[in-house]
Nanobody
Framework: QVQLVESGGGLVQAGGSLRLSCAASGRTFSNYAMGWFRQAPGKEREFVASISFSGGSTVYQDSVKGRFTISRDNAKNTMYLQMNSLKPEDTAVYYC??????????????????WGQGTQVTVSS
């Protein structure tokens, strides 16, 4: 069974940086696209970034372009989100997502996606 475990969240001041990790297990990590989503209090879950199975293609939400970088290490079965120049509006629970079948980048979820439990990111002003 697929398991996704996020880590690296925390409290940081505006302008600071954090790196989130998502460790995957249960099937061949390098065969599937991965992504990060986030949900702020009182808001719907929204797309942040995704990366293709090989890591060769990435896509970002406009509000994080130039500040966040998604990457993956297929040898370590781990995906990362480097977040720089953090803003208070980045405060949310960040979720790791894995496509069940798809290999390319994406910005919407499917009902059969796999999800991690989430990690809290809080950016103070």
């Amino acid at each position: 069974q697929v398991q996704l475990v996020e880590s690296g969240g925390g409290l940081v001041q505006a302008g600071g940086s954090l790196r989130l990790s998502c460790a995957a297990s249960g099937r061949t990590f390098s065969n599937y696209a991965m992504g990060w989503f986030r949900q702020a209090p009182g808001k719907e879950r929204e797309f942040v970034a995704s990366i293709s199975f090989s890591g060769g293609s990435t896509v970002y939400q406009d509000s994080v372009k130039g500040r966040f970088t998604i990457s993956r290490d297929n040898a370590k079965n781990t995906m990362y989100l480097q977040m720089n120049s953090l803003k208070p509006e980045d405060t949310a629970v960040y979720y790791c997502n894995q496509r069940k079948y798809y290999k390319g980048t994406y910005s919407r979820t499917n009902d059969d996606d796999y999800w991690g439990q989430g990690t809290q990111v809080t950016v103070s002003s």
